[in-house]
């Protein structure tokens, strides 16, 4: 029986974005943190919500946690949105700035929601191609943000999923060539040398220069709160108050905006979480230099690869075969033959190593 009504044409092509669940003792496919929040985090949240009043709406401001946020990098609440999770302030800010008529600029291989949540919001996709070694070509992207004068222009740093690191220069660049928007999505940005935040705390004398400036963050990664789904951007408060415009109210839950308030007074303990990461990452990466793959330097939580003695596919199936979940980009445009791995504890990145070292000998 053929549907009451039809699914919008334009969304017929389009699948949804998701990373195969498939049991494993090792997973290490989705970037999540490879520790859980810390204990003392826990019990101040349970003390909360035991307290409660779940029958009242949440602060559809986020007062509280925007403020908190504010601090941490330097601004002011009118300068922070928060929504459930970087996918969540994505789709806002494309609600409110993308829509029919108008143009978003991407560059592949790089995360592939920036293109999925701009097509379901009836915004056309340019897609612009990286160079061989994953970087964005300066000179080029400046012609196609001439020729398309795109809305919204995504640059992913680090890079999802090659790891690469946009250098300050070239964010600088970018924004004071787009016509619109520059949204650089800084999931992994903890992890990396520099930011895009540094632009707005003072590494551009003219304020005005950077009001064209997004940086999207997540409470995911180094805050090891995936579960939460938790998100943010720091923008300027028009841009801010157009998310607000668009997004639903009471969007997000008080135990969300709880558990994201409480885990900013554990800065300490992040930063040693990212310590251990960027640690093991180095190690991973020795370990992957010993053996018969090509493997791409990374700022991330993760790292590329690409087997040269088997298929992807097969070097896949072969490690889960060994318990250890990887993701397979291989399908990906730009990306074929790569497999990504997740950055874990000592004793995953271990058994992935090993696994490994067995699968492609």
Not at 153 to 171: A, I, Q
């Amino acid at each position: 029986m053929s549907p009451l009504v039809p699914l919008r044409p334009d969304l017929a092509a389009l699948s949804g974005y998701h990373s195969p669940q498939v049991p494993a003792e090792v997973r290490l496919n989705t970037n999540e943190s490879p520790l859980p929040p810390p204990d003392a985090w826990r019990r101040e949240l349970a003390d909360e919500l035991a307290r409660l009043d779940f029958h009242r709406y949440p602060d559809r401001g986020a007062a509280a946690l925007r403020s908190g946020l504010a601090e941490l990098h330097g601004v002011s609440p009118e300068e922070v949105f928060c929504a459930n999770g970087s996918n969540e302030v994505l789709q806002c800010l494309l609600l409110a700035f993308g829509g029919a008529g108008r143009t978003a600029v991407v560059f592949e291989p790089t995360y592939a929601l920036h293109g999925h949540i701009a097509r379901v919001t009836a915004t056309a996709v340019v897609r612009g191609a990286r160079t061989a070694d994953f970087a964005v070509d300066g000179d080029e992207a400046e012609r196609l943000l001439a020729a398309h004068r795109p809305a919204l222009t995504f640059l992913c740093s680090p890079n999802n999923p090659t790891g690469r690191v946009e250098p300050t220069e070239l964010v600088g660049r970018l924004l004071a060539a787009a016509p619109g928007l520059l949204v650089v999505d800084e999931a992994y940005g903890q992890f990396a040398r520099s930011s895009a935040l540094d632009l707005r705390a003072g590494g551009v004398e003219d304020a005005e220069a950077t009001r064209g400036l997004v940086v999207v963050r997540t409470f995911s990664k180094t805050w090891a709160m995936a579960a939460s789904r938790l998100g943010y951007l720091v923008a300027d408060p028009e841009v801010v108050a157009g998310c607000e415009a668009v997004v639903l109210p009471y969007h997000l839950s008080t135990p969300t905006q709880l558990a994201g308030t409480l885990a900013l007074r554990y800065r300490e303990e992040m930063a040693q979480r990212v310590a251990l990461v960027t640690e093991e990452r180095g190690r991973v990466a020795a370990g992957l230099t010993a053996l018969p793959v090509e493997s791409w330097p990374s700022d991330a939580s993760f790292i590329l690869f690409r087997p040269r003695t088997r298929s992807a596919d097969d070097v896949w199936k072969a490690l889960l075969d060994h318990g250890v979940l990887v993701r397979n980009c291989s399908s990906w445009e730009g990306l074929d033959g790569c497999l990504r791995v997740t950055v874990g504890t000592p004793e995953e990145n271990g058994r992935f190593l090993g696994a490994l070292e067995e699968v492609v000998a």
